[in-house]
T-cell receptor, first 114, second 112 residues
């Protein structure tokens, strides 16, 4: 069975600082994808960053980057220069290359403090 | 490109009624997936449709059903509503499915 675990229910960071959100996963598939989604109070799920499992290079999108450790089945999200608009719930998700099914972690609520 | 559109945004229904939710995917996307989000259970996968065929199904009772039309628009139906069906229902679309997923704004269903 595929599982995703986010062990940090809540986190906070000062504006302009850096924060790392943790995620571990388990899958027996070789062709899979990992995602971080942001869900602000509006409840819109916004794709932050994605990582193809077959790529060794860590994905980066502006202030957002991941640390993908395939052997350890770890996929953490680093947010640099945190902004007030980053305040949201963040979900780690695991997808199979063959279907549209995503398995989500429990989420981490991030608060950025001024 | 327009994003994923879900209608209606809010819905209040009475126990025992049925409800139909609609999702229009991003143009060109053939995969549409549905998720239920509740405070207690988090985000749970309902089902996925790809080119009008149900490709994957989550662990939900048969009261939850869906379909996809030739233009890739999808509908989700819940019959005999229960109080526990109150949730945010999210739809996601993608070209191939598991390689990417873009979400709509969701439909907030309240069962009273």
């Amino acid at each position: 069975a595929q599982t995703v675990t986010q062990s940090q229910p809540e986190m906070s960071v000062q504006e302009a600082e850096t924060v790392t959100l943790s995620c571990t996963y388990d899958t027996s598939e070789n062709n899979y994808y990992l995602f971080w989604y942001k869900q602000p109070p509006s409840r819109q799920m916004i794709l932050v960053i994605r990582q193809e499992a077959y790529k060794q290079q860590n994905a980066t999108e502006n202030r957002f980057s991941v640390n993908f450790q395939k052997a350890a089945k770890s996929f953490s999200l680093k947010i640099s220069d945190s902004q007030l608009g980053d305040t949201a719930m963040y979900f780690c998700a695991l997808g199979s290359g063959n279907t549209g099914k995503l398995i989500f972690g429990q989420g981490t609520t991030l608060q950025v403090k001024p | 490109k327009a994003g994923v559109t879900q209608t209606p945004r809010y819905l209040i229904k009475t126990r025992g009624q049925q409800v139909t939710l609609s999702c229009s995917p991003i143009s060109g996307h053939r995969s549409v997936s549905w998720y239920q989000q509740t405070p207690g259970q988090g985000l749970q996968f309902l089902f996925e449709y790809f080119s009008e065929t149900q490709r994957n199904k989550g662990n939900f009772p048969g009261r939850f059903s869906g379909r996809q039309f030739s233009n890739s628009r999808s509908e989700m139906n819940v019959s005999t509503l229960e109080l526990g069906d109150s949730a945010l229902y999210l739809c996601a679309s993608g070209e191939q499915g598991g390689t990417e997923a873009f979400f709509g704004q969701g439909t907030r269903l309240t069962v009273v």
